[in-house]
């Protein structure tokens, strides 16, 4: 069956540190993968995209990697500030379909 | 970017009944997706609605249960029928982005509580 899995246990790293969270898939060849954010109470807002034929995307201090041999993508944050706690979700596409992994929550303490 | 709103952004049901679930768009979209969200879990897509025709739902989730109507292109409904607390989650509706960047935008969400 399709799988996607996020580090459950939560990300705590102290304000100006690189957070590094990972997403790895199995039984998919997904065309792209998205990352997002969600914080309490509110849906997911979208923050990058990198597609199969992609090694890396940079958007200010957020990092995607996409390894397809691997079956993973790397998302981190330079720099990190309290202002970036909350939780971050890896979604695949699946033919215009998207299916999402259960999230890891990243805390920064300052 | 897309403007969605949901009716009722959270309710308390008693077992038995039914709720139904708005998702408003600002602009014309062809597809919608209904998402539900368990207490600390990620998101499960339900279905996906097209205007003009039947939603196509996901393995584990039926019509009978979680029916869908999209009127037009900027507008859907989500129909809880029949809920237990197992029902209890949060209901997301989302549309697709630009197709130039593949992205999705969210409502912020229907919070369910059976009781």
């Known amino acids: 069956s399709q799988k996607i899995e996020q580090n459950s246990e939560a990300l705590n790293i102290q304000e100006g540190k690189t957070a590094t969270l990972t997403c790895n898939y199995t039984?998919?060849?997904?065309?792209?993968l998205q990352w997002y954010r969600q914080d309490p109470g509110r849906g997911p807002v979208f923050l990058l995209l990198i597609r199969e034929n992609e090694k890396e995307k940079r958007k200010e201090r957020l990092k995607v990697t996409f390894d397809t041999t691997l079956k993973q993508s790397l998302f981190h944050i330079t720099a990190s500030q309290p202002a970036d706690s909350a939780t971050y979700l890896c979604a695949l596409d699946n033919f215009n379909k998207f299916y999402f992994g259960s999230g890891t929550k990243l805390n920064v303490k300052p | 970017s897309a403007v969605i709103s949901q009716k009722p952004s959270r309710d308390i049901c008693q077992r038995g009944t039914s709720l139904t679930i708005q998702c408003q768009v600002d602009s014309q979209v062809t597809m919608m997706f209904w998402y539900r969200q368990q207490p600390g879990q990620s998101l499960t897509l339900i279905a996906t609605?097209?205007?003009?025709?039947?939603?196509?739902?996901e393995s584990g989730f039926v019509i009978d249960k979680f029916p869908i109507s999209r009127p037009n292109l900027t507008f859907s409904t989500l129909t809880v029928s029949n809920m237990s607390p197992e029902d209890s989650s949060i209901y997301l509706c989302?549309?697709?982005?630009?197709?130039?960047?593949?992205?999705?935008?969210f409502g912020p969400g229907t919070r369910l509580t059976v009781l």
């Open positions: 039984n998919y060849s997904p065309a792209y």
């Open positions: 609605a097209n205007q003009g025709s039947e939603a196509t739902y």
């Open positions: 989302s549309v697709e982005g630009d197709r130039n960047t593949d992205t999705q935008y």
